[in-house]
Nanobody, 120 residues
Framework: QVQLVESGGGLVQPGGSLRLSCAASGSIRNIDHMAWYRQAPGKQRELVAAITSGGSTNYAASVKGRFTVSRDNAKNTVYLQMNSLKPEDTAVYYC??????????????WGQGTQVTVSS
């Protein structure tokens, strides 16, 4: 089917930057959108940023102006550029691909997650 592999996480100081990558492989077809989520310990998983097949983007209020989601269709890869990082950004970041199925149904594929730690 579809496999997603995230990379680029790590330890960064407050105010620093990281770029996450999500490479998709397999039977990639009928993609509605791809998105980045994050989950901190003891908290619910939350949407960080999304990019649709048409190229429209959406961001959580907490990251708007600091994060940028983009894609490289030739490489089947989505990126999350994270600037001006704050300790509250510390979380496991997950990539999600939403595939459109028949009869209006959808299926979500998830990556394994990559750890982002913002600390001095």
């Amino acid at each position: 089917q579809v496999q997603l592999v995230e990379s680029g996480g790590g330890l960064v100081q407050p105010g620093g930057s990281l770029r996450l990558s999500c490479a998709a492989s397999g039977s990639i077809r009928n993609i509605d959108h791809m998105a980045w989520y994050r989950q901190a310990p003891g908290k619910q998983r939350e949407l960080v940023a999304a990019i649709t097949s048409g190229g429209s983007t959406n961001y959580a209020a907490s990251v708007k102006g600091r994060f940028t989601v983009s894609r490289d269709n030739a490489k089947n890869t989505v990126y999350l550029q994270m600037n001006s990082l704050k300790p509250e950004d510390t979380a496991v970041y997950y990539c999600k691909l939403r595939q459109i199925l028949e009869r209006g149904r959808v299926y979500d594929y998830w990556g394994q997650g990559t750890q982002v730690t913002v600390s001095s």
